[in-house]
């Protein structure tokens, strides 16, 4: 095929994908946007002077049947409960007239100030709007617009109380920013979880296993690792070799973070923390600084994943001031979200 036509045939494939997102995206909006004018309709129908509780059990289940019989599926009383809820989530992003004589700008008007400006899907937040807690559900449409999160990678990161465990390494200020931000990638500290969830290598608790079986096991599930450590993480090698004066040392896993712009190194440990462990980091860190980062570089961070941590050998052997070494805890299970929020307290 001349090369001629095989630009013309990519340029019209490309052409006719690109419609059909934008098809995709236009219904989405539209949906979501008609969800929240039911939602709105309903909760000011409610107010005109039935309890909630005598509307909630007669009048939805009606307009459930009603809709249901002219639409088909789509407008259970669950759904309906939803669509209310998001016009009372979300009511406060309502900015325009209601007396709009133009009911075509009227709409395109609301659309664009729908939650922070975000345009997710229906199943999005419906899932959202489980969380209770108004700052963590915005940081979860944050975190979902920018990184292209599936409803499943949504309800994972939901799952493993990923707000939390940011959260637990920040003081108030820094919680409040993730909420109002999202996760800003900007020093070392942004990129630490509390604890880091490791569920998706399926090793039971109670089995024993050593340091290289958690390596493998991790290296089988990179994806879902890399996942885990969160944004610009790329990987870049397993069992890295130093050689100083005839002794070898391996580094378990190493990555770059492109939003950092420096090597991540990380050392997997089974048991307690202890000070030879941080030493041994330290060690790495400097070998990585000194021989292998470029000037243009920032220095690179160690991050310790131990089975249990030990806050005071932290403390006392690493200088105050440290901003490249660090340990976290490190589970195999999904940790409840009230066990995380009693440490937030």
């Known amino acids: 095929m001349p090369a001629e036509q095989q630009q013309l045939f990519r340029s019209v494939q490309e052409l006719i994908e690109n419609a059909r997102s934008s098809v995709v995206k236009q219904v989405n909006s539209t949906m979501v946007l ?80 729908l939650p922070t400006g975000l345009n997710l899907s229906w199943s999005h937040y419906v899932t959202l709007l489980k969380i209770k807690n108004d700052q963590e559900r915005k940081f979860y449409e944050l975190e979902t617009s920018r990184n292209n999160w599936s409803v499943r990678e949504l309800q994972r990161q939901i799952n493993t109380s990923y707000y939390e465990r940011l959260a637990l390494s920040r003081d108030k200020d820094g919680v409040k920013k993730l909420a109002e931000e999202g996760q800003i990638i900007e020093r070392s500290t942004d990129i630490l979880k509390s604890p880091v969830i490791l569920e998706f290598l399926d090793i039971n608790e109670d089995h024993r296993y050593s340091e290289n079986d958690l390596e493998t096991a991790i290296i089988n599930k990179l994806e879902h690792f890399m996942l885990e450590l969160g944004k610009g993480f790329l990987f870049e090698g397993r069992q890295r070799r130093i050689s100083l004066e005839g002794d070898h040392f391996y580094i378990d896993l190493s990555f770059y973070n492109r939003l950092l712009k420096c090597f991540v190194l990380i050392d997997l440990k089974i048991g307690k923390l202890t000070h030879q462990d941080i030493g041994q980091m330290q060690m790495y860190v400097n070998y990585y600084d000194r021989k292998i980062k470029q000037p243009d570089e920032n220095p690179t961070i160690g991050i310790i994943l131990c089975k249990e941590d030990n806050k005071a050998v932290v403390e006392f052997t690493l200088p105050l001031d440290n901003e490249q070494i660090f340990s976290r805890e490190y589970k195999l299970y999904l940790p409840s979200k009230d066990e995380l929020k009693k440490q937030l307290l």
């Open 34 to 113: 008609t969800y929240f004018q039911i939602g709105r309709m309903i909760v000011e129908d409610e107010q005109g002077g039935t309890s909630y509780a005598e509307y909630g059990t007669n009048t939805m289940f009606k307009l459930s049947q009603h809709l249901t019989a002219v639409f088909g599926r789509g407008y259970s009383v669950d759904n309906l409960q939803y669509m209310r809820l998001f016009y009372m989530a979300y009511r406060n992003y309502e900015t325009l007239s209601r007396n709009s004589e133009n009911p075509e700008t009227n709409s395109a008007t609301l659309l664009r100030n």
